[in-house]
């Protein structure tokens, strides 16, 4: 979910269970929602996106939902392993191309 | 492989100094975008440019910041005089034309102001 300030939520799954990282968007004209992964020491990298015009996307051991209704956006990501530890950050942009990050939330794994 | 290169990585500065970083986009990459990120406010848009033009930088402190592209394959963000609240990570960002389309994040600057 989102966080204001210095401490980032963090969520701990188990190696191998699927985990959910939720997002609360704030713009309801927002039509495109990407998904990013930044590791420690680099920059944010692409995951997944969705389009306004639909409600589920799947990629590689993940999945993007989105729900209009309630503007939330959440991130599933099956078999969770050791590499997928880092911040997900969800972003929102509408007719400009300028995208708005949320506040990260951070996934550790546990052994 | 084809990825956003930023230079230097970390730099260390005394406020009121002169700071400048730069960004070399994806070869056929025509946006670029510049954030900086923090503990507090997390990633924040500070400008973008299309085919070298910038398309928006309200995101920016006009006074001390300046953001350029002197060409397709350079970007600069400038920062005169630098103040201590400048100290964060700026990552350069390009992307290929129409909107929507993915951004491929740079290693980014660490900025030290003291």
């Known amino acids: 979910g989102e966080n204001v300030g210095l401490h980032l939520p963090t969520l701990s799954v188990q190696e191998g269970d699927n985990s959910i990282i939720n997002c609360a968007y704030s713009n309801s004209a927002s039509d495109y929602f990407i998904w990013y992964k930044q590791e420690s020491g680099k920059g944010p990298q692409f995951i997944i996106d969705?389009?306004?015009?639909?409600d589920k996307r799947q990629g590689q051991r993940v999945t993007v939902l989105l729900n209009k209704t309630v503007k939330h956006l959440s991130l599933q990501i099956a078999a969770t392993q050791p590499g997928d530890s880092a911040v997900y950050f969800c972003?929102?942009?509408?007719?400009?191309?300028?995208?708005?990050f949320g506040k990260g939330t951070r996934l550790h794994i546990l052994p | 492989d084809a990825r956003v290169t930023q230079t230097p990585r970390h730099k260390v500065t005394e406020m009121g100094q002169e700071v400048t970083m730069r960004c070399q986009p994806i070869l056929g990459h025509n946006t670029v975008f510049w954030y900086r990120q923090t503990m507090m406010q997390g990633l924040e848009l500070l400008a973008y440019f299309r085919n070298r033009a910038p398309l928006d930088d309200s995101g920016m402190p006009k006074d001390r910041f300046s953001a350029e592209m002197p060409d397709a394959t350079l970007a600069t963000l400038k920062i005169q005089p630098s103040e201590p609240r400048d100290s964060a990570v700026y990552f350069c960002?390009?992307?290929?034309?129409?909107?929507?389309?993915?951004?491929?994040f740079g290693p980014g600057t660490r900025l030290t102001v003291l």
């Open positions: 972003a929102e942009t509408s007719r400009d191309d300028k995208i708005i």
């Open positions: 960002a390009s992307a290929r034309g129409a909107r929507n389309n993915e951004q491929f």
């Open positions: 969705i389009r306004s015009n639909m």
